[in-house]
């Protein structure tokens, strides 16, 4: 069976604190729970979640929808964006099936980021690492206005922004990441071919700019 990989990379920078950590932990859940009734997605989606403060750490391994379990995450430190970069690369070498002469491989693995301010460290060196990796499509999220899109879209050329880091806005961009999981679950599926860009998944609330 080919897998869909799909890695969130969290901001659980100091910033994050208070009303916008718990949206993400509450996002999630609410994601992992609407793809468990997609029929598409529990066959294939397969979740990981890295988060990234002071250091980036993969607090859940890629894991198939049914067994994945969230781990409380907290708020501190710092923003090391392009370790988490490096780290998801070394992931996708490690979790993901490559397509072979005998087999056909996983799916390219889909890639979210949400973030509320600015990298601290080295990201570009992360992001040399990560452009080395083959997957089908990175969303990139600057939530708030301490995030720079303008950075993101070195990283990705799907970028989209909430004006505020609050629940609400937060909750809509993780329900548009379950839709845009299941969208391509069904393609994968049904049709055997992959999302290549935003235009082909569903259309974001209105809470979600996307940046041009």
């Known amino acids: 069976m080919r897998r869909l990989p799909v890695y969130l990379l969290l901001d659980t920078s100091g910033s994050m604190t208070g009303e916008p950590i718990e949206a993400v932990k509450n996002g999630v859940q609410v994601m992992i729970s609407s793809l468990r009734q997609n029929p598409q997605a529990i066959e ?12 980036a750490k993969q607090v859940v391994p890629l894991t198939d929808l049914a067994s994945f379990q969230m781990v409380d995450i ?3 430190g710092t923003t090391s964006l392009g370790e988490a970069l490096r780290l998801v690369s070394t992931c996708i070498d490690n979790e993901v099936t490559k397509t072979t002469a005998e087999q056909k491989g996983d799916w390219k693995p889909l890639v979210f980021i ?20 083959k ?50 679950s069904t393609k994968v599926e049904d049709a055997g071919t992959e999302v290549t860009g935003l235009s082909e998944l569903p259309p974001p609330p209105s809470e979600l700019n996307i940046v041009t």
Do not use: H
């Open 44 to 55: 294939t989606a397969f979740i990981s979640i890295i988060t990234f403060d002071s250091a």
């Open 114 to 133: 949400m973030t509320d301010g600015i990298p601290t460290d080295d990201w570009q060196s992360g992001l040399d690492e990560f452009k080395k990796r």
């Open 74 to 76: 907290k708020a501190s």
């Open 135 to 184: 997957t089908a499509y990175t969303v990139a999220c600057a939530a708030g206005g301490s995030a720079d899109a303008n950075l993101l879209k070195q990283i990705t050329e799907n970028v989209v922004s909430l004006d505020t880091a609050d629940s609400q806005s937060i909750a809509k961009f993780f329900t548009w990441v379950s839709a845009s999981i299941g969208v391509t």
